[in-house]
Nanobody, 123 residues
Framework: QVQPVESGGGLVQAGGSLRLSCAAS????????MGWFRQAPGKEHEFVAR????????YYADSVKGRFTISTDNAKNTVYLQMNSLKPEDTAVYYC????????????????WGQGTQVTVSS
């Protein structure tokens, strides 16, 4: 099985940028759909972005479209989430997840989850 491991979270001022990384422990991410989700205190997991590793197709939540970019590095077997123009409402624990399905839209479509990394955006 594949185990995602996130890194790159931290504290940043509004308008700033962060890049989250998700490396694979175990098997490669190739042929998986990789997703980023986030969970703010007291809220449910929220979909952020996903990428089909094989095709490169991406999909974003409306709340992050134009500000966040999901990408992959095959050589490093790593998925990235570049976050620009961050807002206080982006504050959450960010999770990387992997799905073996052809299409993975919701949380329950994902089989493997990382431990999460905290992103805090100050105003």
């Amino acid at each position: 099985q594949v185990q995602p491991v996130e890194s790159g979270g931290g504290l940043v001022q509004a308008g700033g940028s962060l890049r989250l990384s998700c490396a694979a422990s175990g098997r490669t991410f190739i042929n998986y759909v990789m997703g980023w989700f986030r969970q703010a205190p007291g809220k449910e997991h929220e979909f952020v972005a996903r990428i089909n590793w094989s095709s490169g197709r991406t999909y974003y939540a409306d709340s992050v479209k134009g500000r966040f970019t999901i990408s992959t590095d095959n050589a490093k077997n790593t998925v990235y989430l570049q976050m620009n123009s961050l807002k206080p409402e982006d504050t959450a624990v960010y999770y990387c997840a992997a799905s073996s399905r052809l299409v993975a839209r919701i949380k329950n479509d994902y089989d493997y989850w990382g431990q999460g990394t905290q992103v805090t955006v100050s105003s």
